[in-house]
C-alpha cells in the first residue's frame, strides 16, 4: 500500500422505491420478447415454453431469495461483487464481478442491433453502404449507425446523473405496461384459443419435448437478467433496507407473469403456420398485425418494444457501470474507472466504456443479437451461483451480520439457490441439453475473460499490492467493513470513524 492518504469515492442516494422497481423490471422486459417469442413457440410449443419460463422464474426466485437478504445487509455498489468477496474472497469476487458484467455489457450491446432493427421496421430507411456480412446477414453503415446514435443518447443520460436515468426509465415502464395491455387484449379478443396449438414442439411426431424446453431454458436468465440490478443500485437508494427483499421478489413476480402474457398472446394472435412465417422479420409485430388485420398494429407494437429497448438498455447501462465502478474503486482493474464526475456524481469511466461497447456492437449485425444474448445469459449464471454459493458462506462465517431481512430457513433458501443456480449453469456446458455455440459465442465469452485479465494486469502494474485492510475499506467501506480486518486502518490513513 501506497503512503498516500487512500480516498473512497461514493454515490449519492436518489432512488425511491418506485424507481428501483422501475429500473428492475424495465431492464428485464426488453426487445428479446418482440424477436424470439415466437422461436420459443416454435422450440418448446405453446405449453412448453410456458413451462419453461415457469421453472425458469422459479429457479431466479430461488436465487432472487440470496439477493433479497444480501442486498439490504451489504447496500453497496457492485452488489454480487461486494457479496462474493466477503463470502468467498478476493479471486472468486473478482469472477463473479466480471462475470456479471458479461451479462450486463452483452444485453445492452445487443440493445443497439434492436434499435436498429425496430427503427426500420417502425420508420423504413435505406439500407446503404454495405460493410461486411456476418454469418449470413450483411451490414450496412446506415442501419448500424442507428444503433450506434442511440448508445449515445443512453450514455449522456447516465452520465448526467442516475436520477435523470430513473426518470428515463419509468417513463419508458409506462410504455411497455401499456403496449403489454393492448397485446394480451387484442390476442384474446380478434385471436382463437384454437391458435394455441401444439402443446410441445415434437409431439405429433412423436419427439420427445424435452430438447425444445431446455433450448427455451437456456434464454430464460437472458430474459429474467435485471432483478439484480438491485445490489447495483443499492449504494444510491433512499429506501428503508428493509424494503429492497420485496422489490427484489416482486419485479421478479412482474417478470414473469410479462413473459407469460407474451408467450399466450403470441400464440393467440396467429396459429402455427402463420407464426412460423414470420421467423426473418420482426416476428410479434407480425402476427399482431395478423391478428388485427392492419400493419399499423404491428408499428403500434414496435412503439412498446422500442420502450422495453430503452428501458432494459438503460438499467444494464446503470448494471455495467456500477459494477465496472465497484471493480476500480477496490483497485481491481484501474482506478480511473472507480472514480466519479465532481458535478453528476457519476462513474464516468465505467459509462463511457460500456457506452463505447455498445456503439461499437450494431456493426456485427442482426445475427449477433442470439450470439449476445446466450453468452450474457452464460455470465448471468455464473454471477448467480457465485452470489448462492457466497450467500451460504455468509450464512456460516457472519451468522451475527446485521440482515434488515432474514430467511426463516436460510440454509434452506441457500440451498435452493444454489439448486437454482446449478441447474441453469449446466445447460451452457457441452455435458448440458443445450450448450453455447463454438466459434461465434464462446468467443464472445473467452474475449470477455481476456479483456478482464488484461485490466486486472494493468491495475496491478498502476497500484501494486494493495492490503486486504484497504481493500476490505474500499469495497465495504467503514460502516460494513469487518473490524477484524480493518485493523487500525482508519487510524493510519486519519479517516474519520
Known sequence: MSNEIVQRESLKKTLSRLDVLSLAFGTMTGWGWVMLAGDWISLAGVAGALIAFLFGGMMCMFVGGAYAE??????????????S?????????????WAICLAYVGVAAWEGIAIATAANYLVP?????????????????TWSLVGTAGAAIIMFINLIGVKQSAVFQNVGVVGVLAIGVVFLTGGAIMGDTSNLAPAFAG????????AGMFAVMMMAPGMFVGFDVIPQAAEEMKIPPKQIAGVVYISILMAIAWYVIVILATALCAPEEIRSSFEHSVPVAEVVAYAFG????????IIGGICGIVTSW????????????????AKMIPEVFG????????????IVLTGVICMITPLMGKKALVWFVDAASFGTVCAYLLVSLSFVAIRIKEPDLN????????MLAGALAVIGALFFFHLYLPIGASSLIWPHEWALVLGWVLIGIILAIAAKASVGIVSPAEREYLIFGKDYSRKEILGDFLLKNKIKE
Open 294 to 301: 392492419s400493419p399499423i398494429w404491428g408499428k403500434v407494437l
Open 85 to 97: 468477496y466477503r463470502g468467498l474472497g478476493y479471486f472468486w469476487s473478482w469472477v463473479c464481478g
Open 70 to 83: 444480501l442486498t439490504p445487509a451489504l447496500p453497496l455498489a457492485g452488489g454480487e461483487l461486494v457479496f
Open 125 to 141: 430507411f435505406p439500407q446503404l453502404i454495405e460493410l461486411w456480412t456476418i454469418n449470413g446477414s450483411t451490414v450496412y453503415l
Open 203 to 210: 409431439a405429433a411426431e412423436g419427439v420427445s419435448p424435452w
Open 339 to 350: 472514480k466519479v464526475h465532481p458535478k453528476y456524481q457519476t462513474p464516468t469511466a465505467a
Open 314 to 329: 438503460n438499467g444494464f447501462f446503470v448494471g455495467a457501470s456500477r459494477v465496472i465502478f465497484a471493480m476500480g474503486r
Open 403 to 410: 440482515r434488515p431481512y432474514s430467511h426463516k430457513r436460510p
